[in-house]
């Protein structure tokens, strides 16, 4: 079938990756990659694929509500992938209106371009929202997050994203839109922007910086490997049941400061280091406010149902990552000098 797809945030870290997917696997899908290219958005990201025929970008803001419109009207959309979104935590605590406007407004007026396109005639329509573990809130030391684990947000950016969720849902109530959510652990890989912990670190060892472990290190994620979050969006976009939230995470959680130790040890082979020489520019620095101890995803649905799990192990993935990042220096040289130097110093004075 041909469809007509715009995905939001595809110059971003996943949303690159989702874009990179669809477009080469499906010739006969038209895929619109809505991005307002934002310190996070970068179509270097994209530039392998960026003259295929079945592939546009648009240069938007999700949360300009005409722009929105009109766009809508122009292209009409039969399925939308939101990624588009403020994702990182320590930003959104020093400054969490941005993320209001984005995550949420954003998301409301994605929401209602696409109702109001489609009105009655839903049949095969989809707006399917990407979001994250983190609306669970925290666990313990025990137990998982289930597709039916309350909502228990701690952070500006989870209760951002936690109310877009819900907004989600709300549409479909309401109005009879139809639906799907995901809600993935940490991802990493090639293209993350270098505020997030793995790529910050990578680059922290290149340049012999103090690597800054938030408190005691001691707080956990369940990490999964970028491609095979961008697999299980291909997988719930074409299969997963209408209104059905889909939890996915790699069965793979590591403790920040042995996640840390592994990395330097793999930083010094690949950098012809003497073992040991990287873990000593870890830093313990203050803790970030309302630091959740531990994400831990229970990704048995996806796995029953939808036959996925992930295809690439953590040592194999994160190989293929520090590989990534050693061998594309211009990339990491570019996104981390001009604004960002200046976030850079803020939040870790
Ligand atoms: P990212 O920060 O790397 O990319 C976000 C993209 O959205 C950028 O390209 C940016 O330019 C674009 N964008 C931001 N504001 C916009 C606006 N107002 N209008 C249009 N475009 C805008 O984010 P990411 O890590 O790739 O995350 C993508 C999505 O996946 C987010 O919704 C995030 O909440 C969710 N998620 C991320 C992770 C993770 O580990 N990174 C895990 C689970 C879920
Ligand atoms: O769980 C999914 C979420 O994972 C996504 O929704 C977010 O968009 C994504 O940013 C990520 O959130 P985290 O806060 O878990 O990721 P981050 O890489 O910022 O931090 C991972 C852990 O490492 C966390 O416990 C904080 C810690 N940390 C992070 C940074 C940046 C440090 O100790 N030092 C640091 O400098």
């Keep these: 079938m041909k469809r007509r797809i715009i995905i939001t945030g595809g110059a971003g870290f996943i949303g690159s990756h989702v874009v990179r997917l669809f477009v080469n696997k499906y010739p006969n899908y038209q895929i619109i990659n809505l991005d307002s290219l934002t310190y996070a958005g970068n179509l270097m990201n994209l530039a392998d694929i960026e003259d295929k025929e079945n592939y546009k970008f648009i ?5 300009d509500e ?4 009109h766009l809508f009207e122009t292209e009409k959309p039969d399925g939308i992938i939101h990624l588009a979104a403020e994702s990182h935590v320590d930003r959104s605590i020093s400054d969490p209106l941005a993320f209001a406007k984005t995550n ?13 396109l489609w009105k009655n005639n839903i049949d095969d329509k989809l707006f399917y929202h990407i979001s994250t573990d983190e609306v669970y809130g925290s666990l313990g030391s025990e137990g998982l997050f289930e597709e039916t684990t309350p909502y228990s947000p701690n952070s500006p950016y989870s209760a951002s994203k936690a109310s877009s969720d819900h907004f989600v849902r709300a549409y479909g109530e309401t109005y009879n839109l139809p639906y799907l959510i995901s809600n993935c652990s940490n991802n990493y890989g090639s293209y993350q922007f270098p505020e997030k912990l793995i790529p910050l670190f990578i680059n922290n060892i290149i340049h012999n910086k103090a690597l800054p472990v938030y408190g005691d290190g001691n707080y956990t994620r369940d990490w999964l490997y970028v491609i095979d979050h961008a697999i299980a969006i291909d997988l719930i976009f074409h299969k997963g049941k209408l209104t059905e939230t889909y939890n996915i995470g790699g069965f793979n959680e590591w403790k920040n400061i042995d996640l840390v130790k592994l990395l330097c040890s793999q930083m010094d082979t690949k950098l012809n280091r003497k073992q040991g020489a990287s873990e000593t520019l870890i830093t313990y620095v203050k803790d970030r406010p309302g630091h959740d101890l531990r994400y831990a995803i229970d990704a048995s649905k996806i796995s029953k149902e939808l036959g996925w799990k992930p295809t690439v192990t953590f040592e194999e993935g994160l190989t293929k990552t520090i590989d990534w990042y050693v061998s594309n220096a211009d990339w990491l040289n570019n996104v981390t000098s001009g604004d960002y130097l200046k976030y850079y110093n803020k939040q870790y004075q």
């Design 104 to 116: 949420i407004l954003g998301t409301m007026i994605l929401l209602n371009a696409f109702k109001d």
């Design 59 to 63: 240069k938007g803001d999700i949360t």
């Design 66 to 69: 005409i722009f929105v419109n």
